[in-house]
């Protein structure tokens, strides 16, 4: 049942977008639209922004699809750039309507998974320490971010493929030379 209230009020939030700015929304609005308690919701979420984040961050969860492989990388990006398109216009209201640190607080979360999962397949056969597997995941998390923002602050018109073939051949090899570097410096 829990999930369902979740899904009831993303679709909510959703639908409700479509026809005003997120701050012009009230819980009110939200829980008459699912039928349930204010109770319910307060139950699930601190306040309408955390559940937009609960929204993407679960967007992007079913975008990416385990896609956090080295070889699957490209796929997960790709298809985390569909899923935003998809939710065009739930995205750009929420892009308008939200400061940029909230925004990229998403996309943070987002991205950290899907990199982190790359460098950690990257360093199977590495004593590699915990924090310096973060701090590459983290230093490219931002690059990913980043383009992704301006990507949205563009209207979303640019072929998002294209995009990630840029970032692949950027990318192609970094990572693995980073762990290397990495594991470089601690030897000496």
Request: aromatic share 12%.
């Amino acid at each position: 049942m829990s999930n369902t209230t979740k899904l009831a009020l993303e679709a909510s939030l959703k639908k409700l977008l479509l026809q005003k700015r997120i701050d012009k929304i009230t819980i009110n609005d939200l829980t008459a639209d699912c039928g349930i308690s204010r109770m319910s919701f307060y139950y699930h979420f601190k306040d309408i922004y955390d559940l937009v984040e609960w929204v993407c961050v679960e967007d992007g969860k079913k975008a990416l699809q385990d896609k956090k492989t080295y070889d699957t990388w490209q796929e997960g990006m790709n298809q985390v750039f569909e899923a935003v398109l998809e939710n065009k216009p739930f995205i750009l209201n929420v892009y308008s309507s939200v400061s940029r640190e909230k925004i990229e607080s998403y996309l943070y979360k987002l991205t950290y998974h899907l990199i982190a999962g790359v460098v950690e397949e990257k360093c199977i056969e590495s004593a590699l320490a915990e924090e310096d597997k973060a701090f590459i995941a983290e230093f490219y998390k931002y690059g990913f971010v980043g383009i992704m923002l301006d990507w949205i602050a563009r209207g979303m018109k640019d072929d998002y493929k294209e995009i990630v073939e840029r970032m692949s051949i950027t990318l192609h090899g970094n990572i693995t030379n980073s762990i290397h570097n990495f594991e470089k410096v601690k030897k000496n």
